[in-house]
Nanobody, 124 residues
C-alpha cells in the first residue's frame, strides 16, 4: 500500500514563499505521476501540477504557472512543491497524490493514492 505524507504548510504573508514536501513510502508502481492539488473551503479540488517519474516532465495549471514549481528527489522518494509570490487566494489545504500511470493529468479522479493534506494560509 502506498502512503503519502505532506508537510511544510503554514502561515505566510502575501508575496512570500513556502516549500511543501510529499514523502512517498510503500510499494510504488514502475512509473507513476505525482500530482499536487488544493482545496479551499466551499470549492472543488483543483489540480495544480504534476511530475512524472519516467522522464521528470512537469505540468502546471495556468493559475500557478510561473509561481509554483514541482521537483522530485528520487533517492528519498520525495516530491516538492515550491510556491513563490503567494497570494491570499492560494489559501487552501494542499494535497499530493499518486496516479499509477506514467502520463500526467490534473484531474483529481485520475489519482488513486492521496496524502492527508497540509494547510497553507496566505494572510497579512
Amino acid at each position: 500500500q502506498l502512503q503519502l505524507v505532506e508537510s511544510g504548510g503554514g502561515l505566510v504573508q502575501p508575496g512570500g514563499s513556502l516549500r511543501l514536501s510529499c514523502a512517498i513510502s510503500g510499494f510504488t508502481p514502475g512509473y507513476y505521476a505525482i500530482g499536487w492539488f488544493r482545496q479551499a473551503p466551499g470549492k472543488e479540488r483543483e489540480g495544480l501540477s504534476c511530475i512524472t517519474t519516467s522522464d521528470g516532465e512537469s505540468y502546471y495549471t495556468d493559475s500557478v504557472k510561473g509561481r509554483f514549481t514541482t521537483s522530485r528527489d528520487n533517492a528519498n522518494n520525495t516530491v516538492y512543491l515550491h510556491m513563490n509570490r503567494l497570494k491570499p487566494e492560494d489559501t487552501a489545504v494542499y494535497y499530493c497524490a499518486v496516479r499509477p500511470n506514467y502520463v500526467c493529468r490534473l484531474w483529481a479522479y485520475e489519482y488513486t493514492y492521496w496524502g492527508q493534506g497540509t494547510q497553507v494560509t496566505v494572510s497579512s
